[in-house]
């Protein structure tokens, strides 16, 4: 049994308990639940959704990249790490439920953040033996997620003294989300989808990898820009915020290109199920480039900003149907927990489940231009998030009934 069996299997009990958050919060606006507070909840549930989930997750699956592509790594100091980043994950789950910001809730995401700066220590030193171009995108990874901590000692210096500045702090939470979400997330992710391609027999050409992923980096660092276009920046500015859009929609274009152009490859190696989840994710990261594209046109990005269902519709976009998606096929195109039957229907629920949160938020972002609200929204929307978290825990089920035998099908072949 694989080591990081274990890890795999509890990331995705998190997902549950991200799922199960996100059911209490729609329950509390559906009904009542008096006994807690929604802005705790929110908290708790985006601090979660973000370290015990994504967070914990990608770390494992970069470890496994690195046992594979680096067989005398020691995996010990990293389990204690991921020991440490699981129970400050849990501990803001406690703390931010009861209190919201205070100094238990703070203590645990300080030790959650310091947790990425040591990962970042650790993984640069052990992938030195590591030859695949694809290591660049984890290490340019946890660089951004060091690098969005500035938003958070932002936020915290100026609730610890009182001197909260509201565009300032609508800034620091920008920065903080789009270094995580554009950069950390996003390029973990890319990481492992170009080493699986690797692995399939489809991998990029040296040069047009290297040129991807200079465009990536430099469309991160410039892109935050699209985040702050509120704040009535100078010309020139927008002008190279623009031209950062611009390199990452390219280099967007150039991934997808390389990928369609070695499908028939790619799909000799995956289950029918891998290659639906892979098109899925697809389609949400390509409707993802082009928001972010548009939003460069000042009514776009006064819509998106003006209206907070096309904010969160936006977020649960990029978090649920690409990111949490792709890492969620990362786990079980290792094949360690096969793909019986219980294991499909829940993965189909989730899939649905999210297709419909997108659904019903997009209508109500359209509809807000208006001032028109969706009838029984509020409904729908518990509906959908205990279907999401009934096909996770379909899935933890199934994973754990599933013997881990070797297969002899196509999904196999993803390990």
């Not at 290591?135 to 100026?158: C, E, N, P």
Request: aromatic share 16%.
């Amino acid at each position: 049994m694989n080591k990081l069996d274990f890890w795999m299997r509890f990331s995705v009990i998190n997902f549950a308990v991200v799922a199960l958050l996100g059911v209490l919060m729609r329950y509390k606006i559906a009904f009542s639940l008096p006994m807690l507070d929604q802005k705790h909840l929110q908290e708790a549930h985006s601090h979660f959704a973000f370290y015990g989930w994504v967070t914990q997750v990608i770390y494992v699956l970069v470890l496994r990249y690195l046992v594979k592509n680096n067989a005398t790594a020691d995996l010990q100091k990293y389990k204690v790490l991921l020991w440490i980043n699981l129970a400050a994950s849990y501990l803001m789950v406690v703390s931010f439920v009861y209190g919201g910001y205070f100094w238990l809730s703070i203590a645990a995401s300080t030790a959650a953040l310091l947790v990425s700066f040591v990962m970042l220590y650790y993984l640069s030193r052990d992938f030195k033996a590591v030859t695949e171009f694809s290591k660049h995108w984890f290490i340019a990874g946890l660089w951004f997620a060091a690098l969005s901590s500035i938003g958070v000692f932002t936020l915290s210096f100026m609730t610890a003294t009182d001197q909260l500045s509201q565009t300032l702090y609508l800034a620091s939470t920008y920065y903080f989300l789009h270094f995580q979400y554009n950069g950390f997330f996003i390029f973990s992710c890319i990481g492992l989808l170009v080493s699986r391609l690797n692995h399939y027999g489809a991998g990029l050409p040296i040069e047009k990898h290297r040129m991807i992923f200079i465009l990536m980096v430099l469309g991160c660092i410039i892109g935050f820009g699209l985040s702050v276009l509120w704040m009535n920046l100078p010309l020139w500015l927008l002008l190279i915020i623009t031209l950062g859009t611009i390199a990452q929609t390219v280099a967007s274009f150039i991934l997808f290109q390389s990928i369609i152009a070695q499908w028939n490859l790619i799909t000799k190696r995956i289950s029918k199920t891998q290659q639906l989840v892979w098109i899925y994710v697809g389609f949400a990261f390509a409707v993802k480039i082009l928001l972010q594209l548009g939003s460069n046109i000042p009514q776009v990005s006064e819509f998106a900003f003006g209206f907070r269902n096309v904010v969160i519709a936006y977020l649960h976009l990029v978090l649920l149907m690409c990111i949490s998606i792709y890492l969620l096929n990362e786990i079980l195109a290792t094949n360690r927990f096969g793909f019986s039957k219980s294991m499909c229907i829940g993965l189909y629920i989730v899939l649905v489940g999210i297709v419909l949160n997108e659904a019903v938020l997009g209508l109500m972002g359209v509809l807000s231009i208006k001032y028109i609200a969706l009838p029984n929204s509020q409904y729908m929307l518990f509906a959908i998030s205990v279907l999401i978290l009934l096909g996770l825990l379909l899935m933890v089920y199934a994973m754990y009934r599933t013997e881990k035998k070797p297969h002899t099908t196509a999904a196999s072949q993803n390990t």
